[in-house]
């Protein structure tokens, strides 16, 4: 006996043209359509393994955000804490004490009589320090 597809082709001689050509446009159409659901499972495959990387890429993404967004919030807290400290300002440059050559002009306008409080103003000192270096002057003398 001889197997089904090949007895329609013992058919075909007898059958004419016609039958052959559409049993052989009959088979075309099968394995069109056997391609066309291979394509559309493949498809589908191809899809949902991009679904699948698009949402690990996000998890890492929302991840990432999450810590960049607790940095931040860490970093504002930390500004906060310090933002009263820059409304201060940075600590004043002490000025140098007097020098020689003022302490000397000092003690000689005094000698000459001045006041403390013009030769304060005179020279550009703090009335404290002149007052203080006078005193040292007559503790020092005194001490003689």
Do not use: Y
Request: hydrophobic share 55%; with cysteine; net charge positive.
């Amino acid at each position: 006996m001889i197997p089904r597809p090949f007895a329609l082709l013992m058919l075909a001689p007898s059958a004419g043209p016609p039958v052959l050509l559409l049993a052989v446009a009959a088979v075309l159409a099968v394995a069109a359509v056997g391609v066309s659901l291979f394509a559309v499972w493949r498809t589908e495959a191809l899809a949902l393994a991009a679904d699948e990387r698009v949402r690990t890429r996000l998890e890492r993404c929302e991840a990432t955000t999450e810590t960049l967004r607790k940095a931040v919030s860490g970093l504002t807290a930390e500004l906060r804490e310090l933002q009263p400290l820059a409304a201060v300002g940075p600590p004043a440059i002490p000025r140098a004490g007097l020098n020689l050559g003022k302490r000397s002009q000092v003690l000689r306008m005094h000698r000459q009589g001045d006041p403390p409080d013009r030769i304060a103003a005179a020279l550009a000192v703090p009335l404290q320090e002149v007052d203080l270096l006078i005193k040292v002057q007559r503790i020092v003398i005194g001490n003689l």
